[in-house]
């Protein structure tokens, strides 16, 4: 494989990711400290907190990377970072290290959007994996994560049309409510795929926010209408008057596996209904969500239908991490792109516009 060798730092939320990508598409170390553990205890990311441990974990991610890769700064042709969307304290950390590391050695710094990079995580083959064809275009991405969810064509590389968005909470944000409400913990989106996985019965029916013909999506109302179904459940339970007791085992199975439909079933229709009307060749799968068991089972079967290639990076690539970066920055730095030591966060910065 031939192309520039980048090192490429993710620092968006609550994971330091550090990697060192070839050619946009291979990767020679890939490293990620999660803060998982962290913030279960608040059941949610707390951003003072999350740029706190990204200055602890910096350095020590890079060593374990750059020891991984075994390579020089002499290799290296650029330096790549996400600089948004995401939380502007632990932006400014990954900015900021990314910058010293390019002024010092003298490289080009590139910035990077955190949502392309979940689009080109799809790109990425493992320092082993044999070599594999590139999502042919024109394409239709879906990413969908704790903090963004939303569908977007792709004719070309670093071409984007946006097709949908959320218009309240993304897919994310909606498993990790609803995952409290159960008593599952935090992260809700894995720990409501185990207790869904073990659901005898799959007669619970959660809401589906269709909005029209259009490609939005919407889980607000899905996640009140959780809290009805779930409390009308501990009614059922005669629990209603004991919060502090917990739901019996095979009742949160049964309200976990009707939840996590709801979020496939329109996550899943309105991708495939996009892919159509396109003409997509392919389609691509990203985000933190993405790495959901049922939602990728759903997408392969109904891709398989219409005879389009899924391409979905395995559960690692889906979740933050640098290699994403190091993908969409190099592809970035081939276009001739490139940042000065003015970069700075930008929190709210979109992938495309309507």
């Known amino acids: 494989m031939s192309g520039p060798l980048v090192l490429a730092l993710e620092s968006s939320c609550d994971e330091t990711g550090l990697a060192i990508v070839e050619g946009g598409r291979r990767i020679h170390a890939n490293v990620v400290a999660s803060q998982v553990a962290l913030h279960a205890a608040t059941g949610g990311i707390v951003p003072e907190v999350a740029a706190r441990a990204h200055l602890r974990w910096v350095v020590p991610v890079m060593d374990e990377a750059w020891n991984a890769a075994g390579i020089t700064w002499d290799d290296v042709d650029a330096v790549t970072v996400t600089y948004g969307p995401g939380l502007a304290g632990s932006l400014l950390v990954g900015i900021n290290f990314a910058k010293a590391l390019a002024w010092v050695h003298d490289k080009p710094l590139v910035g990077v959007n955190h949502l392309e990079g979940h689009v080109y995580a799809a790109w990425l083959l493992d320092p082993r994996e044999d070599e594999r064809p590139e999502p042919p275009f024109p394409l239709v991405a879906l990413v969908v994560s704790g903090g963004h969810t939303f569908l977007a064509e792709m004719r070309d590389h670093l071409t984007y049309r946006l097709l949908g968005q959320t218009v309240d909470d993304a897919a994310g944000e909606a498993f990790d409510k609803v995952g409290r409400l159960l008593g599952l913990g935090y992260p809700g989106g894995p720990a409501i795929q185990r207790a869904a996985e073990s659901a005898t019965a799959r007669d619970r029916v959660f809401p589906r926010a269709w909005l029209g013909e259009t490609y939005d999506f919407s889980f607000s109302g899905l996640k009140t209408a959780a809290r009805r179904i779930i409390d009308a459940a501990r009614a059922e339970a005669g629990l209603a008057d004991q919060p502090d007791v917990s739901l019996p ?14 979020v496939v079933d329109v ?63 190099a592809r970035r730095f081939l276009a001739g792109e490139r940042a000065g030591l003015d970069l700075d966060a930008r929190p709210s910065l979109p992938l495309a516009t309507r």
């Open 249 to 262: 085992d095979p009742l949160v199975a049964e309200l976990a596996w009707g939840f996590q439909d709801a």
């Open 267 to 329: 996550l899943v229709t309105k991708t495939i209904r996009a892919a159509r009307a396109t003409g997509a060749r392919s389609i691509v799968v990203g985000g933190g969500v993405a790495a959901n068991a049922a939602l990728r089972q759903r997408m392969t079967e109904e891709a398989a239908a219409l005879d389009l290639p899924l391409i979905v990076p395995r559960p690692g690539l889906c979740t933050d991490n640098g290699a994403m970066i190091g993908a969409a920055g």
